[in-house]
């Protein structure tokens, strides 16, 4: 079992930078590739980033490719999302995911089968 606690969301102004973090409790982090969505109100849980369990690929949605860094650090079981060019349409809900495997299915929510609780980011314009 994995818990997933994310951090860092917050109220940005349009082109600023935040930095949200996903600590992990569980054995099984380390094997597993990890991802962010986002929701905003009215909408579906979208694909962000994700990053395989031993950092070596990463894929981005083209909404946030060249803004968004995600990088993980299995020694301290961390995962993190660089955000900076910050726009109005990137305002959501931010949620971590523990992918089901070391890769694959990575744009699917159902490829994941652990969450954190979300947290809100807000970019005012």
């Known amino acids: 079992q994995v818990q997933l606690v994310e951090s860092g969301g917050g109220l940005v102004q349009a082109g600023g930078s935040l930095k949200l973090s996903c600590a992990a409790s569980?054995?099984?982090?380390?094997?597993?590739?990890m991802g962010w969505f986002r929701q905003a109100p009215g909408q579906e849980r979208e694909f962000v980033a994700a990053?395989?369990?031993?950092?070596?690929?990463?894929d981005y949605a083209d909404s946030v490719k060249g803004r968004f860094t995600i990088s993980r650090d299995n020694a301290k079981n961390t995962v993190s999302l660089q955000m900076n060019s910050l726009k109005s349409e990137d305002t959501a809900v931010y949620y971590c995911?523990?992918?089901?495997?070391?890769?694959?299915?990575?744009?699917?929510?159902?490829?994941?089968?652990?969450w954190g609780q979300g947290t809100q980011v807000t970019v005012s314009s």
């Open positions: 569980g054995r099984t982090f380390s094997q597993r590739a």
């Open positions: 990053i395989t369990w031993n950092g070596g690929n990463r």
């Open positions: 995911a523990a992918n089901k495997a070391g890769w694959g299915r990575e744009r699917n929510p159902s490829g994941y089968d652990y």
